[in-house]
Each structure stands twice: as structure tokens, then as C-alpha cells.
């Protein structure tokens, strides 16, 4: 029997599906999968209507199989044969993290679907969706309803419940693109858990697989056509947004005339937005066939639902491919960058200066910006820093929790050396006081025996005002506070730099 090498490490800076499995990119493009980073999960989600809308049929079969499973959830729920036992095996699932989506802070591990989440599926089927798979004003059934009528059931939890119930399609899908493409060495033989649901035993069925190794697990790809970034095509936030037009345009005028006298009768004769947005949930509970005209809306828009998250996913290859990338190229061209040592203070200012230069001198700084706006969540920045400490012998922890809340990194050497490290943006309405109180509370709490602040400004305006808050603290000369400079009107054009 010939030896499986599993991936474990890779060349400094090397961090997505096609680099560390030697894959060319272009046959990973014309496969139809995202290039996934092995990194960090990508804030990138399965999105179930992109099977219901699809003319594909093995897309349209995994839809009706989802629903399937649902109706055999909602028949379990309303004969009362759920016990806690049943819960477990049925209603709750361990995230699918081998995809590498969602919103993991660090690696790919995040919650799944508990028990909280099950016994709320659980409630749901019994009460308000009792007739769930049997509707009569949609053209079909939807897994995202269980996320419309409260908060708590978000994109997260559509994308991994759809994950878990198309496993078994991404696994093939998967392994016929690593029999081909992937070397042999790199590829191993799992055995997978709750692969599909076997109707005659009521049990989840394991599965063998042949798939990529990466650091003792499998790694699965997945369809671009299947993801969107930010909210799935039926999504609870633009329900809200909307309750007072679907009730409007509801068909029965004894129905609307109710629908308004209670979402009015709850409001002050000057409403803030809290109580508005509060009434609209009330409002939806009482009123659940609100939730049924809002999917038919989405259903009849549904032909734009592809073209919209094709336009999102290309957007999410741009920033967290294409660019990130780019940045590593210029980084390691320039320096010996994915090299440096010294001590975690030093290392970790050292890396934000070489970060600082690439950005402010030689183009970094498009990485930031997207249409010609720049970006507005430091999510972003905290990437491409984690990004640039990949391949390091330094152990750097990304949203560390010591009881004080979460710092953005812990760089250490050993127990008793670290340098905390905190990113911002100069918009930030809380700057003042996460400059002047966050870090310190962080390095105190973790024993680490430094802390860096970055800031990212857009422009001169921004500039302006962080300089101020520096000089009322008295740290604008502190060699712990850098300033990363991302304007675009000060930067050479690239055919001048």
C-alpha cells in the first residue's frame, strides 16, 4: 500500500485550495469551484434558492430532497415522536467546516446547529409551519422560511443546514475533481458521517470517500453557482424591511385591514426605528402568512437571484483571491518578508510596517476598496494581517478571548512572551476609546507584555481626525500606534509607479 501524505504546511504565504494542492487555477475555474483559502473561512454562504431557481436537474433534485427531509421532520414533530434522543440524531447537526465558508474568526470551526437550533426547528414544524411543504400561495417549499420568522436562525444556519443536506453531492463532487487533479499522495480515504438519510431506518449513513488531505482532514470544494456573500435571496432583514409593503399588497382586504390596525396599534405617535423594527417582528409572528407572500415576491424576482450572487462571488474572488494574492506577491518580492524573526514586539511591528509600505507605495492599497468605495469593515484588514504571519514559527491566535472580550491577535513566543495587536479603521465611531482603553485591557488580561494599534484611514478627513484623538491621548509620537494610509488621491497611477 503506497504512502498518503497528508498537507500539513506549505511555502510561506501559500494559503488557497489551488496553491497548496499544486492544482492549476484555471482547471479549478473551469470545474466550476471557488479556490477556497485553508486559511480562514471566507464570509461566503450555500444559498438554497440557487437550487430552487436553477434549470440544472441534479440541482433541482437536491432541493427536492432538502424539502424531503424537512416534511419528515415536520411529520415526526406534529406526532409528537421527538424525543431528546431523536433531537440529537435528526434536528441538530455539527458544522460542515470542511468547505471553509462562514464566519469563523479563526481556522474553520464554527458552531453548527445545536440543540437550541433543533428545538426551535422542532417548535417551528409543530406550530407556525405545520403545513410546511403543503403552502398554497408559493410555487415551492423553502428551507429559508425557518429563518424568517425570528431572530437567531441567520445565513450561517441556512448555509450549513443546506451544506449537511447536500453532503453527499459536494463529496462526489469533490472527489471527482481530486481523482483527476490532485496528486496521489495528497488524496486519502475517509469515512464521512451523515453523508444521507436513509428513510427505511430513519439513521444517517456514513460514507468512503477518496478527498483532499489537509492537516488530517478533508477538505470539500464547492460550486460558485451555489454561494452568494452577505444575505441569502430570502433573508429575514429585507422581510423586515418590507412588512409594511407585503401587508399592503395582500390580496384579502379583511386580511390587510387587520395586518395594519396591528402593526400601527403598536406604535407611538412618534416611533423611534427600534420600535418600528420591533412592530414589524410582532408583526410577523402574529401574521406568519406575510412570510408566504414575501417568498412568492422573491420567487417571481427569483431570475436575478443567479446573476446577483454570480456578481457577489466574483466580488469575494476579486478580495480574497485575486488581490490577497497580488499583496502576498509584492510582499515577498520585496522583502524577505515571510522570513523575518526577531521578538514578538519587533516581528509583529515589523510585519505591520512591511504591510504599511506594500500598501501605501506599491498599490496595496486597491485591496481595500471595491466599485470605487473603500471597504467599511475591519474584518477585512484583520485578513490580509493573518495573511501575512502564514508560514511563521511565532504562534499568532486571531480573535483571542481572555474574559475581557476579543482581542484582534496574540502574537507569542513561549508562555510568557506576546505583543496584542488591535486594528482600526479611522471611521470607527468608538476610535477614542478603543485606542485609549482596548489594548491595554486585552494585554493585561492575556499577560502579553506589549500591544500595537493600527489604523487604516481613507482619507485626509480621516487623517485629520485621528491625528487629533492621538494628540489628546498624548501616543501621536508612540512607536506602538501606526498609521496605515489607504487614500487613493495621493497614490502614483500604476502606470507612473
Known amino acids: 500500500m503506497s504512502a498518503v501524505t497528508t498537507v500539513t504546511s506549505q511555502a510561506a504565504g501559500v494559503v488557497h485550495f489551488s496553491e497548496i494542492f499544486g492544482v492549476d487555477s484555471d482547471a479549478l475555474d473551469a470545474y466550476g469551484a471557488f479556490d477556497i483559502s485553508l486559511i480562514n473561512d471566507l464570509p461566503l454562504f450555500v444559498d438554497p434558492f440557487l437550487l430552487f431557481t436553477s434549470d440544472k436537474p441534479d440541482y433541482q433534485r437536491l432541493h427536492a430532497e432538502i424539502i424531503r427531509y424537512l416534511k419528515f421532520l415536520r411529520d415526526r414533530s406534529v406526532a409528537g415522536e421527538v424525543d431528546d434522543g431523536l433531537l440529537d440524531a435528526w434536528f441538530t447537526f455539527r458544522e460542515v467546516r470542511q468547505n471553509w465558508f462562514g464566519f469563523s474568526k479563526v481556522g474553520n470551526g464554527g458552531s453548527g446547529l445545536g440543540e437550541e437550533f433543533g428545538r426551535a426547528l422542532n417548535r417551528s414544524l409543530n406550530s407556525i409551519f405545520r403545513s410546511f411543504g403543503d403552502e398554497t400561495v408559493t410555487n415551492g417549499s423553502h428551507l429559508e422560511k425557518l429563518c424568517l420568522i425570528k431572530d437567531g436562525v441567520g445565513r450561517d444556519n441556512i448555509s450549513d443546514f ?182 514578538t514586539l519587533e516581528e509583529a511591528r515589523e510585519r505591520v510596517l512591511f504591510l504599511k509600505d506594500v500598501i501605501e507605495n506599491k498599490d496595496g492599497y486597491r485591496v481595500f476598496y471595491h466599485d470605487g468605495k473603500p471597504i467599511n469593515r475591519e474584518d477585512h484588514l484583520h485578513l490580509l494581517y493573518r495573511l501575512t504571519w502564514f508560514g511563521t514559527s511565532l504562534d499568532v491566535n486571531r480573535e483571542v478571548n481572555n474574559g475581557r472580550g476579543p482581542a484582534d491577535y496574540k502574537v507569542s513566543r513561549g508562555a510568557r512572551s506576546g505583543t496584542i495587536v488591535e486594528f482600526k479603521l479611522a471611521s470607527n465611531s468608538k476610535l477614542k476609546q478603543n485606542l485609549e482603553k482596548q489594548a491595554e485591557i486585552y494585554q493585561r488580561a492575556s499577560d502579553a507584555p506589549h500591544a500595537l494599534k493600527v489604523i487604516l484611514y481613507f482619507t485626509e478627513r480621516e487623517h485629520d481626525r485621528v491625528s487629533a484623538i492621538l494628540g489628546e491621548l498624548k501616543i501621536a509620537d508612540s512607536p506602538d500606534v501606526l498609521l496605515i494610509d489607504a487614500r487613493r488621491d495621493n497614490k502614483p497611477s500604476a502606470s507612473n509607479a
Open 162 to 343: 443546506t451544506t449537511t443536506l447536500i453532503k453527499e453531492f459536494l463529496l462526489d463532487y469533490t472527489q471527482t475533481f481530486a481523482r483527476t487533479y490532485v496528486a496521489p499522495e495528497h488524496r486519502r480515504v475517509f469515512n464521512v458521517e451523515k453523508v444521507r438519510f436513509d428513510y427505511d431506518t430513519r439513521s444517517w449513513v456514513r460514507g468512503k470517500y477518496e478527498l483532499p488531505a489537509y492537516h488530517c482532514d478533508f477538505v470539500l470544494l464547492t460550486p460558485k453557482d451555489l454561494l452568494t456573500k452577505d444575505e441569502i435571496w430570502i433573508n429575514r432583514p429585507e422581510l423586515l424591511g418590507r412588512v409594511e409593503e407585503i401587508a399592503e399588497a395582500l390580496p384579502n382586504q379583511t386580511l390587510r385591514a387587520q395586518v395594519s390596525q396591528y402593526f400601527h396599534g403598536q406604535l407611538s405617535k412618534k416611533p423611534t426605528d427600534e420600535e418600528v423594527r420591533t412592530a414589524r417582528a410582532a408583526t410577523l409572528e402574529r401574521f406568519p402568512e406575510l412570510i408566504e407572500h414575501y417568498i412568492r415576491s422573491k420567487e417571481d424576482t427569483g431570475d436575478q437571484a443567479e446573476s446577483v450572487s454570480t456578481q457577489k462571488v466574483r466580488w469575494a474572488e476579486t478580495a480574497f483571491i485575486d488581490d490577497i494574492k497580488a499583496l502576498r506577491k509584492k510582499l515577498a518580492d520585496w522583502t524577505a518578508f515571510y522570513e523575518t524573526e526577531g521578538s
